[in-house]
């Protein structure tokens, strides 16, 4: 349905051209929900806005439901209005002079789909259905909750019945409880309508949760496109390792085809193509991958001692020092550990992961 290939996009300032974009490559299928995830100034919403039709690329090609959106080798450029596109920022952007059904009825009214006005009424009680906003269609739109501007701002994106919903960070702006409800019905809604979603987030955990696909970007490229629970299983870079999730990460150095030594000991465990001997790496591993004993120093395992306790309610997260180096051990909320008591420490080699 989108399809980016070696998009390229410069800025040129007085200090100087900021590369946002260094080729970019993504294709969002029909239906799928796409997030792009990465650290401020990374070039999400340059993406974004180059798929909105927003910013014109310098280089590559985007591909919009099988036709030639940008090229600008070819001097293809079609205009954001012509890209059948929905789109939902972090400033909601709804219009304080109007109500409700007035807003969501501004884009049947003055796009390009000129559409009769029964007609407009109904697709208006739909979208607010669909948001679940139903019965609120007269009230002004300064007497809505974050929340309830949130989903008036989506009905309005997605009341032209898009091919493409784009959106930037929409639940930045909700308090932490909010943002997570708001994340469970988006999902539900978009996948209700079965909109093809491109999705801008630089919190990893909405990215986790609400992306059948995700993008690490770092630096104007995509590091990863994956799952979400391949991007977290299997980071295949250190950075996108840093950036997702938790991780434990220690120096090593390669000392056989499948050997690692570091200050845990040497390790039989597989190191990456085109890393040979003697080189160094970072090895790392999940808190939630790292087991103790209470009983100390078992055979097979890594004597330590706790030194810190983070209690979550639901799970703990302790430290552990092990001959100098701290671990962080992420337990259930019930387990009984304490400050001071020593520990054997297991992790299982299936659970290293090694970066260059
Ligand atoms: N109009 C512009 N003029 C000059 N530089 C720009 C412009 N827009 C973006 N940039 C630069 O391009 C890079 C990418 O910006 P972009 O807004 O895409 O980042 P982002 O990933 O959306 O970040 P954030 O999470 O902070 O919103 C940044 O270095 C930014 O400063
Ligand atoms: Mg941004």
Request: proline share 6%; glycine share 8%; net charge neutral.
């Amino acid at each position: 349905m989108i399809r980016i290939r070696g998009l390229k996009k410069w800025f040129d300032s007085r200090r100087g051209r900021v590369e946002a974009l260094r080729g970019i490559d993504l294709e969002v299928a029909e239906k799928e929900f796409c997030v792009l995830l990465g650290p401020s100034g990374c070039g999400k919403t340059t993406t974004l806005r180059c798929v909105a039709g927003l910013e014109k690329p310098d280089a590559g090609e985007l591909e919009i439901a099988g036709t030639i959106a940008n090229s600008p080798t070819r001097r293809i450029y079609v205009p954001t209005e012509k890209r059948d596109i929905g789109m939902v920022f972090q400033s909601y952007a709804i219009w304080p002079h109007m109500n409700v059904f007035q807003n969501v009825a501004f884009p049947l009214i003055r796009g390009r789909k000129q559409i009769a006005k029964d007609l407009v009424a109904e697709k208006v009680r739909h979208a607010l259905r669909l948001v679940q906003l139903d019965g609120l269609e007269d009230r002004p739109a300064t007497d809505l909750s974050g929340g309830q501007q949130q989903r008036v701002a989506m009905a309005r994106a997605m009341v032209t019945e898009p091919k493409i919903l784009l959106m930037d960070e929409p639940l930045s702006n909700l308090d932490a409880r909010l943002r997570e409800q708001m994340r469970v019905e988006l999902k539900k809604i978009t996948k209700a309508v079965g909109v093809t979603t491109l999705y801008v987030t630089h919190d990893q955990a909405e990215a986790l949760s609400l992306g059948d696909k995700v993008c690490v970007m770092y630096n104007g490229e995509i590091l990863q496109t994956a799952p979400p629970h391949e991007v977290y299983a299997k980071p295949n870079s250190l950075f996108v390792a840093q950036f997702v999730g938790e991780m434990n990460f220690i120096k090593g150095h390669v000392t056989g085809p499948s050997q690692v030594e570091c200050p845990l000991g040497t390790l039989p465990i597989p190191v990456p193509l085109g890393v040979s001997v003697a080189s160094s790496v970072t090895l790392a591993v999940r808190p939630e991958h790292v087991k103790l004993n209470c009983a100390d120093g078992l055979l097979d395992s890594l004597s330590g001692a706790i030194t810190s306790k983070n209690y979550l309610g639901d799970a703990q997260i302790l430290e552990v020092n092990i001959n100098g180096l701290s671990l962080l051990v992420k337990l259930p909320g019930d387990s009984e550990f304490s400050i001071g008591q020593k520990a054997g420490v297991m992790i299982p080699l299936d659970r290293w992961h090694v970066y260059p």
